[in-house]
């Protein structure tokens, strides 16, 4: 076996990791194990031995490479306070990340992380229908586990290419209530009925490519059901700042500072001028890492983390894509 006791990586991921600020965890990858074609899992220590910070299922974190920071779900065991895992998906064709893990995270390699952060905002629930596409199984699995060990009745369909492209098949097994689907040979998941089956009450979970995810949210709002249904995405097509767009204002509450947002900037940038750190992965309203205490004033929210109660309630912003709306002034908790 070959022994890495440091991740290499150069002046790119010194400053990714530097970009984690006070909440960087220095992790050693405690073992390495291929879950299906092309997915590794890693099972992550806290490299002085201390216990990790607690996650709760749906739980992520951004994980420092040369290519910027990656988010990735915790899929092991949340009550394990010594260890977390994540699984990665080698894409030879993506932006970097997950290729040079797969290069470079081997046993006794060290990564740096942020703490878990709390995307899918998972509830307890009696009965669930969860449905993954490929790594997105990630979420979807302690999710699942949660609510079995709870006593939910549960149906979760999982889908992948084909039988042996299913990661951690065997605890997807154990869970009553679960098919591993084949979508090679039988097709894609049967979206329209199982939603339409979806007894009341039931909580939806889907987590997949972006065309699983539109299908399942469009199907869901169709039938009625959308407030139930709970989604994570791996990638979004937002932007930012768009035509249109106006200057506003906000108070950074904590340091007393007035700061004016141009049209062409996004706040998120906007705050980093100032000094003001705030953690960020994907820059694009999905991930949840930028997420800012909103006092008042009512935002524009364009991310895709919220539910549309819960931007509602607005008591919280994503800066990387979210705005103040015309006329209103944001009062941050900064
Ligand atoms: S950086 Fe991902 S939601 Fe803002």
Redesign the pocket.
Known sequence: MTTHTMVSGGRELRSHIESLGSEAVELTVAARHEEAAGIISLTLRQADGRDLPAWRPGGHIDIATPAGLRQYSLCGDPSRADEWMVAVLDEPDGRGGSRWIHEHAFESSNLWASSPRDTFRFSPAESALLIAGGIGITPILPIAEDLAKNGARLRMLYTAREAGAHAFSGRCRALGGSELWASGSRGRIPLRQELEAAAPGMAIYCCGPDSLVDEATELANELGIGDRLRVERFSADVEAVRAGDSAFSVTMRRSGKDIVVPADVTL?ERLGEEGAFVV???????????ETPLLSGRAEHR?Q?LTDEEKAVGDCI????SRALPGEHLVLDI
Do not use: K, M, R
């Open positions: 998120l960020s992965s994907c820059h694009a309203g999905i991930c949840g890492s930028c991310d983390v994503f800066p990387c894509v």
